[in-house]
Nanobody, 115 residues
Framework: QVQLVESGGGLVQAGGSLRLSCAAS????????MAWYRQAPGNERELVAF???????NYRESVKGRFSISRDNAKNTVSLQMNSLKPEDTAVYYC?????????WGQGTQVTVSS
């Protein structure tokens, strides 16, 4: 089972950008799905975006056109480029790896967008 470590979170003003990275401890080439979730205080964890082994991507409606997920199997990383950030994007962002055998989570990284 891979271990995941997120980085890149921080405080940014509305309209700004951040790039989150998720580093895996082992190869992700055979991981069926690499995903980013987020959880704001008092809310349930929600799917933000995912990238499949075949290269397809999918985004929640509220981030379409602003966020972009990219997967680098050679470096065992998955990134989330977040542009035009809004205060409602404030949350802890988690990386997830899903294979046929398991689902693994990172510890999360805080993103705070000030208005």
């Amino acid at each position: 089972q891979v271990q995941l470590v997120e980085s890149g979170g921080g405080l940014v003003q509305a309209g700004g950008s951040l790039r989150l990275s998720c580093a895996a401890s082992a190869s992700i080439v055979n991981i069926d799905r690499m995903a980013w979730y987020r959880q704001a205080p008092g809310n349930e964890r929600e799917l933000v975006a995912f990238s499949t082994r075949s290269g397809s991507t999918n985004y929640r409606e509220s981030v379409k056109g602003r966020f972009s997920i990219s997967r680098d199997n050679a470096k065992n990383t998955v990134s989330l480029q977040m542009n035009s950030l809004k205060p409602e994007d404030t949350a802890v962002y988690y990386c997830q790896a899903v294979s046929w055998a398991y689902s693994a989570w990172g510890q999360g990284t805080q993103v705070t967008v000030s208005s």
